[in-house]
């Protein structure tokens, strides 16, 4: 099954305005960690944002939030002001805490396109 | 400030040729260790990963064998690539004890012919 899941195979916005990149996860583990990466068309996979299970605020970062919501065990990010240079990959991803400690499990991928 | 190195950013390789990819983290010490394959247009897959010198953990039985004979260096290798074997490759790492956050190297593109 599917542990994480991103619905969103690639999506458009206009430059200047928000997005919501999709993401939601399976776990039965409590302790668990989500994370965004970026990763550009040069390869390169960049940390955007991380959320920890147990956290009682919602994550940020400068431009990016992490809108989680634990009961419907969704990890959506939030682009404000989106810009020319965010046209990217986005991968969320999941750590769980038990006995899989190690491994970091990545969803599939949305491609956005900012549009100028 | 710490930074991982990949090297080389791109390989072509005949198919049955041997494979070695390196991966190298500067500015820390005792990282965990991971080594990751991304197919076109896909999401990333584990290989492998490490807690410590010697310590190589397996998460796909292929072709593919890890070896870490230093701290802060990880290397993939094969014997005898297959076309399959190609490939976005990345290496990544934390610190040890964190499970915060893996930060990623630049990576190395494998085609097989």
């Known amino acids: 099954a599917q542990k994480i899941t991103q619905t969103q195979p690639g999506m458009f916005v206009q430059e200047k305005e928000a997005v919501t990149l999709d993401c939601t996860y399976d776990t039965s583990d409590p302790s668990y960690g989500l994370f965004w990466y970026k990763q550009p068309s040069s390869g390169e996979m960049i940390f955007l944002i991380y959320?920890?299970?147990?956290?009682?605020q919602n994550a940020t970062e400068g431009r990016y939030s992490l809108n989680f919501q634990k009961a419907r065990k969704s990890a959506n990010l939030v682009i404000s002001a989106s810009q020319l240079g965010d046209s990217a990959m986005y991968f969320c991803?999941?750590?769980?805490?038990?006995?899989?400690?190690?491994?970091?499990?990545f969803g599939a991928g949305t491609r956005l396109f900012v549009k100028a | 400030s710490q930074t991982i190195h990949q090297w080389p950013a791109t390989l072509v390789q005949p198919v049955g040729s041997p494979l070695s990819l390196e991966c190298t983290v500067e500015?820390?010490?005792?990282?965990?260790l991971y080594w990751y394959r991304q197919a076109a247009g896909r999401g990333l897959q584990l290989l492998f990963y490490s807690v410590g010198i010697g310590q190589i953990s397996s998460e796909v039985p292929q072709n593919l064998s890890a070896s870490r004979p230093q701290d802060r260096q990880f290397i993939l290798s094969s014997k005898k690539l297959l076309l399959s074997d190609s490939g976005f490759y990345l290496c990544a790492w934390e610190k040890t004890g964190n499970t915060d956050t893996q930060y990623f190297g630049p990576g190395t593109r494998l085609t097989v012919l």
């Open positions: 500015g820390t010490s005792n990282p965990n």
């Open positions: 991803a999941m750590r769980e805490g038990g006995a899989g400690g190690f491994k970091t499990i």
């Open positions: 959320q920890g299970s147990y956290d009682q």
